[in-house]
């Protein structure tokens, strides 16, 4: 249960956050997956749900009262693998799921699925299911759910300590601000009270992480200090997620300070903090500084990344306009730098000097595949059009053998918004079609376009070619 002493110590807690005046260091929210390689702050991706999964969530929508969803609950259980029956629960839980009204099926589900034989008990899991409640509102479940939790893990200091960040993490995951606040002030009490290093840097890298994540970068600032007056040294994790938290927020002058003060710190910066930065300048469209970090990435022999590709485009605009028409998109690289303005030509120009390319391209005797995969729609483009450009240079030079077969891998559009509907594999059949390319949808699979190695050369370097102006 909350006692009046706990919410006491809340509303004292919220208020130190907000004044900014000391206090517990506060904890936080999950960091980004795309660069968190802690263990410990791993959050599970939401699967796919399941066709039985899809079939109980849709008898469910139509089931007129309590006792009809218990049955169809048990009746799913009874009847379910372990890993169905995980899966469905891990998509109640999760905050993006397609079905939220039926979010409140979640702990029924949970309460059925731990009697099974086959169940075993994990903490991870709890955490997820205690800020699914939080965020319900459901605050005696969610306390009963914590205390046992607690209770168990009580002479396991680093298993409280993961579930305590866990928590933290789920909390901020469903923007549970009540569930935070309530875990600050678990999680920094536990850091302070404990003796092992281990315990203080996992504690502070979660608060640091969080804090970032719930748009307090400033705080965030204030523990990475606090962590070097108590001895600690703050990570390049902690580094970027500062970088993160200040560059989501719109605050790119304190972005830029951060990244100086990290390589002060003995921090190199990388492709995936070089990501971060240039997302935060597209987002508050500052073209000519991610031009900036472009070059400088190239001259400090930084690799750039599909990701570098996907954040600098999707950030042009009127390259997205551009493609909101495939069958009048410009076919060469010249001609769709003719139909930009200066900083979103300068972009593309830069962006063609890296060596995404080649990290997408695989060339032997028998083969040589492009894989889009991975790639937007504006990345998928402007690769498709360097690649054209690039192969007919190597063929005109005469230095590389022809491929017995050539292959551009798109995918079939089993991860797209409406599913079997691919934007890029459509992009690449209608400029095929106005190339008059070789290149056709393979039979074997329909997510990739093949052309004998022989037939593609030689369409490709033919004298009347108007893909290299």
């Known amino acids: 249960m909350i006692t009046k002493e706990r919410v006491k110590n809340k509303r004292l807690l919220t208020k130190r956050m907000i004044i900014g005046g000391g206090g517990y260091p506060l904890s936080a929210a999950p960091v980004p997956t795309h660069f968190c390689r802690r263990r410990c702050l791993l959050l599970p991706v939401a699967c796919k749900l399941t066709k039985q999964g899809e079939h109980l969530l849709s008898a469910l929508v139509i089931a007129e009262d309590p006792a009809a969803s218990t049955g169809l609950l048990r009746k799913f259980v009874a009847s379910s693998s372990k890993q169905v029956a995980l899966n469905t629960l891990s998509h109640l839980l999760s905050p993006s799921t ?26 991870k899991l709890v955490a997820d299911l205690i800020a699914c409640l939080y965020k319900q509102e459901r605050f005696d479940e969610a306390e009963n759910l914590f205390s046992e939790t607690v209770l168990k893990l009580r002479f396991k200091e680093r298993d409280l300590c993961m579930f305590y960040c866990n928590l933290v993490a789920f909390h901020a995951k469903h923007k549970s601000i009540k569930g935070f606040l309530d875990l600050c002030e678990e999680l920094s009490q536990l850091v302070f009270q404990s003796s092992s290093v281990y315990i203080k840097q996992r504690g502070y890298e979660s608060m640091i992480g969080g804090f970032c994540e719930m748009g307090f970068p400033d705080r965030a600032e204030n523990l990475i200090q606090e962590m070097k007056e108590m001895g600690l040294k703050p990570s390049g994790f902690e580094w970027r ?29 990388d492709t995936v903090c070089c990501n971060m930065m240039l997302s935060s300048f597209g987002a508050q469209n500052k073209l000519s500084d991610m031009l900036s970090w472009l070059k400088k990435m190239r001259s400090t022999s930084i690799v750039s990344s599909i990701r570098t590709y996907n954040s600098a485009l999707n950030s042009c605009p009127n390259v997205l306009f551009l493609l909101r028409d495939f069958k009048n998109v410009p076919l060469s690289i010249k001609e769709l730098v003719d139909n930009l303005n200066k900083d979103e030509a300068d972009l593309i120009l830069e962006l063609v000097k890296s060596s995404v390319l080649d990290q997408a391209m695989k060339w032997s005797s028998s083969e040589l595949k492009l894989d889009l995969h991975g790639m937007h729609l504006s990345a998928a483009y402007l690769i498709l059009l360097h690649w054209f450009d690039e192969l007919k240079l190597r063929f005109d030079a005469g230095n590389y053998g022809t491929p017995s077969e050539i292959s551009v ?13 691919s934007p890029v594999k459509g992009l690449v059949k209608e400029m095929m079609i106005r190339m008059k390319c070789p290149l056709r949808i393979d039979r074997k699979n329909t997510g ?14 033919r004298e009347d070619s108007s893909i290299i102006p």
Not at 98 to 123: C, D, G, K, V
């Open 241 to 269: 997620s500062l970088v993160y938290g200040y560059g989501q927020m719109g605050c790119l002058e304190d972005m830029k300070r951060c990244v100086v003060q990290m390589e002060n710190d003995g921090f190199t910066v």
């Open 409 to 421: 891998v798109c995918g079939s559009g089993k991860h797209s918004s409406t599913r079997g509907e």
């Open 448 to 461: 990739c376009f093949i052309a004998k190695g022989k037939v593609f050369k030689d369409w490709l370097c």
């Open 98 to 123: 397609s079905h939220p009204r039926l979010r409140n099926l979640a702990f029924p589900l949970y309460l059925m699925i731990r009697q099974e034989t086959w169940f075993i008990w994990n903490a």
